[in-house]
């Protein structure tokens, strides 16, 4: 999320601002941190995702797995812990896969409005359509965390800035394109899956927030539904 002014500044690539993640959000690095043996209070469901045997034991393959995954996706603490936040990503993910290419299932996302980017707060899930017809995804996005929520509603996209920066957080935006305030879609170095969220954008991957670049345009409709879990 940021602000709606233009500059013309030429910044640092965000994967230069954000990388090592660890650092960036001012933990320990993921190498120094030590291996937990303590098994969590999801240790089955964390090892049935993992594909490790389920004996809800923790093992040193056990922990070796988890931290993967949590290093992978931004989990801290990554101590290899089968603990809520790192259950809850691979929850999501299930969710998520399970939807399958027919995101629109439940009707929410209107099919009266033409070509219309839809977000899904609960699934964490983006689209594009035109009326009933899927156009592209759905793909994975990484929306507001709680206190910065990404407003839910009926929005259109109002102005785009392919370099977009902002001058809130000082980070790249790249591929903005603004539906509500400051919130917009654009592109970001992180695993979407990553906690807890953006402050209010809906961030997607360079792939992604290329392809709705060329999708959508000025006064295209944006509709946001649901409660990203969490907040």
């Known amino acids: 999320m940021g602000d709606i002014r233009r500059r013309g ?5 965000i994967t230069g601002l954000v ?3 660890t650092l960036a959000l001012g933990t320990a690095p993921a190498q120094a941190a030590s291996c937990t043996t303590a098994a969590g209070p999801y240790q089955k469901q964390v090892e049935k995702f993992l594909g490790r045997p389920v004996d809800g034991k923790q ?12 290093n992978k996706h931004g989990i801290t603490p990554n101590i290899g812990y089968a603990g809520p936040v790192t259950w809850g990503v691979m929850d999501l993910m299930n969710k998520q896969k399970a939807v399958g290419s027919n995101p629109n ?4 996302c209107p099919v009266n409005k033409g070509r219309i980017a839809c977000v899904n707060l609960t699934l964490q899930l983006s689209w594009v359509q035109d009326g009933s017809r899927l156009v592209y995804g759905p ?3 990484r929306t507001g965390r709680n206190g910065y929520e990404t407003r839910t509603g009926l929005k259109k996209i109002y102005w785009r800035d ?3 920066v902002s001058n809130i957080y000082n980070v790249p935006m790249p591929y903005s394109q603004f539906f509500d305030g400051g919130q917009a879609f654009h592109s970001v170095g992180l695993s979407m899956w990553n906690p807890p969220g ?3 954008c809906v961030n997607m991957t360079t792939t992604t927030a290329k392809k709705y670049w060329s999708l959508l345009k000025n ?3 944006v509709f946001v539904y649901g409660r990203k879990p969490g907040t």
């Not at 093992?59 to 949590?70: L, P």
């Open 59 to 70: 093992s040193a393959a056990d922990c070796t797995a988890i931290r993967a995954f949590q």
């Open 9 to 13: 500044a030429v910044v640092l690539g």
């Open 162 to 164: 392919i370099d977009h």
């Open 198 to 200: 953006s402050h209010g």
């Open 105 to 108: 299932r439940d009707g929410k």
């Open 19 to 21: 990388a090592p993640l």
């Open 219 to 221: 006064g295209d409709d």
């Open 139 to 141: 793909v994975p996005v």
